[in-house]
């Protein structure tokens, strides 16, 4: 499974991205996907997940009614929009994808929030 990231950029505060995750490879073989985010000096922490059999989404709490994660089957892709951006969201944002027994990961997008 590969992933590439893109849609990242610089934001003022309050304001709106939309991240993209095209995913190729053994798609059908992935049963969790979901977003990530590492903030400078900090620890990788979760952004949203979901099972792909039609589980449902799980957001962190703080991402909660200002992010949402969808997917668009056809296109092998998966998204993070983000509304009501807070500096604190800056963060470099990786999307992953995981099988039985495999974590993918994309490249990474960098989101920067300015005050």
């Known amino acids: 499974v590969q992933l590439q990231a893109s849609g990242g950029g610089l934001v003022q505060a309050g304001g709106s991205l939309r991240l993209s995750c095209a995913v190729s490879g053994s798609v059908f073989s992935i049963r969790v996907m979901g977003w990530y985010r590492q903030a400078p000096g900090k620890q990788r922490e979760l952004v949203a997940t979901?099972?792909?059999?039609?589980?449902?989404?799980n957001y962190a709490d703080s991402v909660k009614g200002r992010f949402t994660m969808s997917r668009d089957i056809a296109k092998n892709t998966l998204y993070l929009q983000m509304k009501s951006l807070k500096p604190e969201d800056t963060a470099v944002y990786y999307c992953?994808?995981?099988?039985?027994?495999?974590?993918?990961w994309g490249q990474g997008t960098e989101v920067t929030v300015s005050s």
């Open positions: 979901v099972i792909t059999n039609g589980g449902s989404t």
């Open positions: 992953n994808a995981a099988t039985y027994d495999t974590s993918n």
